[in-house]
Nanobody, 114 residues
């Protein structure tokens, strides 16, 4: 059974930083982070391939950075200069090429106060 465990969420103020980490029970072709803000649909924030190629949502480019450690089966999302509109539940997910996302973590809450 595939397991994805997120950590690192919390409450910060506008302009501050957070780092999210996801530990997977196995390696995957693609891993990433999505989020669901209150009253909105879930959306892709960033993903990264096994080869280290990242993909970002336009609104977080330059502020967020995704990285992965294939030896440890972990990915990290460094979130800088957070804004109130970044408030959401952040989900780690993973999958194979062409089927991503297949597996989901439970989510971690990120709240940015103004």
């Amino acid at each position: 059974q595939v397991q994805l465990v997120e950590s690192g969420g919390g409450l910060v103020q506008d302009g501050e930083f957070l780092r999210l980490t996801c530990a997977a029970s196995e390696n995957h072709d693609v891993m990433g982070w999505w989020r669901r803000a209150p009253g909105k649909q879930r959306e892709l924030i960033a993903s990264i391939t096994k080869g280290g190629i990242p993909n970002y949502k336009d609104s977080v480019k330059g502020r967020f950075a995704i990285s992965r450690d294939n030896d440890k089966n972990t990915i990290t999302l460094q979130m800088n200069y957070l804004k109130p509109e970044d408030t959401a539940v952040y989900y780690c997910n993973a999958g194979t090429y062409g089927k991503y996302p297949q597996y989901w973590g439970q989510g971690t809450q990120v709240t940015v106060s103004s």
